[in-house]
């Protein structure tokens, strides 16, 4: 039996605000019978853009609906801006952590969540923040599961093999037909970590390190967020720890914290050093 | 909404065990008879004195008990560490006395000891495999078999009774056409040893495998059952226990565990068809009734008088099992999410259930120390958590997706 927390199984045993809002001003639903979890998420905004109301509709396990009645308490009170920057990691730190396996719950509430919002914008006949409209094709559709989240999933975690994909995305566990599309996506990042080859620096003098942080930024990182609109410039180094603020489209772009916040970080990671933490400052 | 568990009726004193086909109790008189094998008679079979010779004898006696059951030749006992060892010893035994042989025929909806085996064989070693498929109701073709089996097949491995289903496989007929082609057959009878009469002087199998803890005995003992002639190889080297079958000194506690366990279910095999049989039914037929869009998975008929595999239409298996086990009741689940893989049970699938009905399927598998009282319980429980779940899920009759 797995490991879960008291407040995994109190959401369980007792979930708070089940059910549909017929009168929603954005409603996600993601996954299928077929993925073994589905969630529908739907919430209401009060007068002053804040979520008055979330509600939550799951088929799967424990841990899925656990995650997803957390995930409406944690989203009630909320603008929209502070809701798009919950993670998955968030709902699973809410819930005092859950087990390995079952990190793909959180990952449904963080993707209903999104879909969720995109579906408000689309509603009010807004332009749609452009870190929440990726065009994503599915690759996986056994278990429903997007490019993005298999090429994030594998710079993240350096994966090299079908399996691992599967193990963190579950892309690829069902009819395998998505093998070869994997080894393709898995194979261009092998030749991007090759043609970028990690650069080496001596990490007790920090200085270097500084040096190579703000090369990098500005030759490796800076360029790819420029072709979205967007930029990125150091703020400063302590340590380990790289702060950064986000210009140009990004700066205007409710969603782009948490995602380019991450994005950096990996890239920063693979570059130069596993333990580097990118912090992105507040928007002035 | 309220608590999952809100109104649920009074629970019988204890928790209610319907996990049956995962392990048993160990009987109350086997954990008496065992005590003197952890105590005073600690000896090592082999040796020569009063020590080991006390312990051999009561190795011997266990081993004249499980022949007894299957009507076999104490000879042709084995004892294995239980059914996996049991499956791998026949498997990798029988392929390593025939090396000519490359071939292997089973089933697809065998257990995990013989199903992995097979495929690591099949993927590391060369072995061709034919998995033999099963109809909606977990019957395999018999013409298929026919088909499959070649002049270098070596052995055909396909088991007594399905553990998630309980559809029982005819082994006497399946027998004569894998032993009249001149083939090994092997069969994983270790759900059926205990529950159904077997008898091998009548059903023609040369390796027949089982387990102690199926059937009340303890855990990590079992045997494995080889016809007088039949060629295999032992899979541990060392000493020359088991008449060089199988290496390392006997757990005598288990096997005296095991051997009574057998004399018990000799006496007990009327009560598993009949009193075990209608508790099943009883369960079965009061969860039909009270619980719309639900279904037996596999053949009412030609089934375990102790399993039954229910299917729950738009929930998933993990949550039933978690508000059950909140309960007192401890049940099974073909779901994916219970055992940590993405694909739900492996033999609901190859039966075709829909993904709808495999997600949410429970396995309730009885002993004959299951009561009338603790069936009506969970009989009364399950049809209010089913309940409870489906008022969470997006999904129903009208709205199968998005």
Partial sequence: ?284 | MSGLLDGLPPRPDGAVYLDNNATTRVAPEIVEAIQPYLTDVYGNPSSIHRFGAAAGRAVEEARDQVAALLGADPAEIVFTSGGSESDNLAIVGTLRAHPDKRHIVTTAVEHPAVLSLCRELESRQGYAVTYLPVDGEGHLDLDALRDALRPDTAIVSIMTANNETGVLFPVAEIGRIVREAGVVFHTDAVQAVGKLPLDVNELPVDLLSLSGHKLHACKGVGALYVRRGTRLRPLIAGGHQERGRRAGTENVPGIVSLGMACRLAAQEMETEQTQVRALRDRLEEAILAAVPDCRVNGDRERRLPNTTNISFDYIEGEGILLLLDRAGIAASSGSACTSGSLEPSHVLRAMGVPFIAAHGSVRFSLSRYTTPAEIDYTAAVVPRIVERLRAITPFDKEHATF
């Fill in chain 1, 1 to 284: 039996m797995w490991d879960y927390t008291d407040k995994v199984m109190d959401h369980f045993l007792n979930p708070r605000n089940v059910g549909f809002l017929e009168d929603a001003d954005g409603v996600g639903e993601v996954g299928s019978m077929a993925c073994g979890d589905a969630l529908r998420l739907s919430f209401r905004l009060d007068a002053e853009g804040r979520i008055a109301e979330a509600r939550f509709q799951t088929f799967g396990c424990g841990s899925a609906i656990a995650s997803s009645s957390v995930l409406t308490e944690m989203l009630i009170g909320k603008t929209l801006e502070e809701a798009a920057r919950i993670t998955n990691e968030d709902i699973v730190r809410e819930l005092g952590g859950l087990p390995r396996q079952k990190m793909h719950c959180s990952v449904m509430g963080r993707e209903a969540l999104e879909a969720a919002i995109v579906d408000y914008y689309r509603r009010q006949g807004k332009e749609v923040p452009c870190a929440l409209l990726h065009e994503d094709p599915e690759i996986c559709h056994c278990y429903q599961v997007s490019e993005h989240t298999i090429r994030d999933a594998i710079a993240r975690h350096d994966l090299a093999e079908v399996e691992d994909v599967t193990y963190h995305t579950k892309a690829g566990g069902g009819c395998g037909q998505c093998h070869d599309e994997i080894r393709r996506l898995l194979a261009e990042y092998a030749d991007a970590k090759a043609a970028h080859p990690p650069v080496t620096v001596d990490l007790a003098a920090d200085t270097g390190f500084h040096r190579e942080v703000a090369r990098l930024l500005a030759e490796e990182v800076a360029p790819a967020l420029r072709a979205d609109g967007g930029d990125v410039e150091l703020v400063a180094v302590h340590g380990r720890r790289v702060h950064v603020r986000l210009t140009g489209q990004c700066a205007a772009c409710p969603a782009s914290d948490a995602t380019v916040e991450g994005w950096i970080q990996q890239r920063l990671r693979e570059l130069l050093a596993d333990e580097t933490i990118v912090v992105v400052e507040e928007k002035s």
